[in-house]
T-cell receptor, first 115, second 110 residues
Framework: EPEVTQTPSHQVTQMGQEVILRCVPI?????FYWYRQILGQKVEFLVS????????KSEIFDDQFSVERPDGSNFTLKIRSTKLEDSAMYFC?????????????FGPGTRLTVL | GNSVTQMEGPVTLSEEAFLTINCTYT??????LFWYVQYPGEGLQLLLK?????DKGSNKGFEATYRKETTSFHLEKGSVQVSDSAVYFC?????????FGTGTKLQVIP
């Protein structure tokens, strides 16, 4: 069964450093998403991406964040200058459509620890 | 805006006990409703889904019915197993994003 994959599973970085989190969505999906889960809190939407551009973003997704689909298979989230409060689990998701009834499939997550 | 409220955990049950995890929602339009499960150290897995009022989603012995009149989507299982220990998230589908509840941790003891 096709699945979303993410690398690395755990990333440790120093405050102020740039990190890139990588995702390979399900191959025939067209819509891609990033979510964040701070330890013990709810899963929060960050951004959605379609046709090589951002479709929607939350207030969390500020200028420190960017997303990119550098090739036909990868989807990346970059944090330019990490802060302590960026420590969280980051989930990538994909779907074949983006309507109210469509299902998003999630990857296993990347745990980001900012020291 | 859309929101999901689910019961606080943790919930501790003995094996073979009946499980209910309550979930209510506020939404515009007619979204799909989901339950996702997160096993220890793993990511989010879709457990079940319902796309319209009175639909029942089911999987692995879990069930939930989309109740428009009470805006609820409670998760139930007749007989839980130790392997069901996980965090369960109620979620609401929307245009471009999914809105999650806070999650309910379930611990099943032998």
């Amino acid at each position: 069964e096709p699945e979303v994959t993410q690398t690395p599973s755990h990333q440790v970085t120093q405050m102020g450093q740039e990190v890139i989190l990588r995702c390979v969505p399900i191959s025939n999906h067209l819509y891609f998403y990033w979510y964040r889960q701070i330890l013990g809190q709810k899963v929060e939407f960050l951004v959605s991406f379609y046709n090589n551009e951002i479709s929607e973003k939350s207030e969390i997704f500020d200028d420190q964040f960017s997303v990119e689909r550098p090739d036909g298979s990868n989807f990346t989230l970059k944090i330019r200058s990490t802060k302590l409060e960026d420590s969280a689990m980051y989930f990538c998701a994909s779907s074949d459509a983006s309507g109210y009834t469509d299902t998003q499939y999630f990857g296993p997550g990347t745990r980001l620890t900012v020291l | 805006g859309n929101s999901v409220t689910q019961m606080e955990g943790p919930v501790t049950l003995s094996e073979e006990a009946f499980l209910t995890i309550n979930c209510t929602y506020t939404a515009t339009g007619y979204p799909s409703l989901f339950w996702y499960v997160q096993y220890p150290g793993e990511g989010l897995q879709l457990l079940l889904k319902a796309t319209k009022a009175d639909d029942k989603g089911s999987n692995k012995g879990f069930e939930a019915t989309y109740r428009k009149e009470t805006t609820s989507f409670h998760l139930e299982k007749g007989s839980v197993q130790v392997s069901d220990s996980a965090v369960y998230f109620c979620a609401l589908g929307g245009y471009q994003k999914v809105t999650f509840g806070t999650g309910t941790k379930l611990q099943v003891i032998p």
